[in-house]
């Protein structure tokens, strides 16, 4: 994904949730030397650029202010070019995707009405940087900008995430307690050609287990239900393009309160272009199908 789509979709969830969480990719750039520091913090140099990310914390519950300081400093004796998203703020500061279990593989219809289902599979914790966090929102345009690090300079931003992750099935919910893993990155160079420094720093999440079993979970529970099953290995296969042409089978799995919701549906000419589909629902915590109904 480019850097101003990234920057653009951050922005975006922004002013959706007012404060954010990412996780986003994380590898070590190659020829960057990283050093792990006492505490919630680490930095990384690159050819006189150097990076850190500090976290004013090393544990947070969920609900709680998780800040994150991003330093670059220039200690070369010439400018630098660095490109900047949207709203010109320093680099960037997001976390490692999260995969919840997809749970298993199915051949045929059930297979591909669940790859549609779980499109999106990440759950992301996206931060704000401080300016969009003071302004309760405010949308960045998705576009790249190219700035200038002067010789010897150094430049800070900050950002705050609330422990909260996003999910495109189960939406935005407390983060599972255990180990994160935060990032921060600078892209130096001209947007068309720019290389990312990274920088990691741990952070715990304090809680239990997400009590839910996954939206990848709850499909394997609604498919050895036997109804839905039947339902679609009776119908045509899923629309993989989303069109939902006559004849398509479209839907998806949403999390409502503690039930998962399962829904597949089916357009026909006659009469009206009506709509075929079943719903089942099965218990987010005991993965028991809880109803059934064909409409």
């Keep these: 994904m480019n850097l101003a789509r990234r920057w653009g979709l951050l922005s975006g969830v922004v002013i959706r949730s007012f404060l954010v969480v990412t996780i986003a990719l994380v590898a070590a750039a190659s020829g960057d030397r990283g050093v792990a520091l006492a505490g919630p913090a680490a930095v990384v140099e690159r050819g006189g650029v150097v990076l850190r990310l500090e976290l004013d914390r090393g544990a947070i519950a969920p609900g709680e202010l998780l800040w994150a300081t991003l330093t670059v400093s220039n200690t070369n004796d010439h400018d630098l070019k660095w490109t900047a998203g949207g709203c010109r703020i320093l680099g960037l500061v997001e976390a490692l995707p999260l995969l919840p279990d997809a749970g298993r593989h199915w051949p045929g219809a059930l297979g591909t009405f669940k790859a549609w289902a779980l ?48 999910n495109a099935a189960s939406g935005s919910r407390a983060a599972p307690g255990g180990q994160m893993e935060i990032v921060g990155s600078f892209f130096l160079g001209e947007p068309q050609s720019t290389t990312q420094l990274r920088v990691v720093a741990p952070v715990r999440i304090i809680g239990g287990p997400d009590p839910y079993i996954t939206a990848g979970v709850a499909l394997d529970r609604a498919f050895d239900d036997g109804r839905l099953t039947r339902w679609l290995e009776g119908r045509p296969l899923p629309a993989v393009s989303g069109a939902g042409g006559i004849g398509d089978i479209v839907g998806g799995v949403k999390l409502e309160g503690g039930t998962w919701r399962v829904l597949a549906a089916q357009k026909v000419l006659v009469p009206d272009y009506r709509l075929s589909e079943i719903e089942v629902r099965v218990d987010a915590r005991d993965g028991k199908v809880v109803s059934v109904v064909e409409r």
């Design 119 to 166: 499109k999106y599979p990440e759950s992301y914790a996206y931060f704000a940087d401080e300016t969009r966090w003071a302004h309760r929102g405010g949308a960045c345009p998705a576009a790249q900008f190219m700035e200038i690090l002067p010789a010897g300079a150094t430049r800070r931003s900050r950002w705050v995430w609330n422990g909260y992750i996003s």
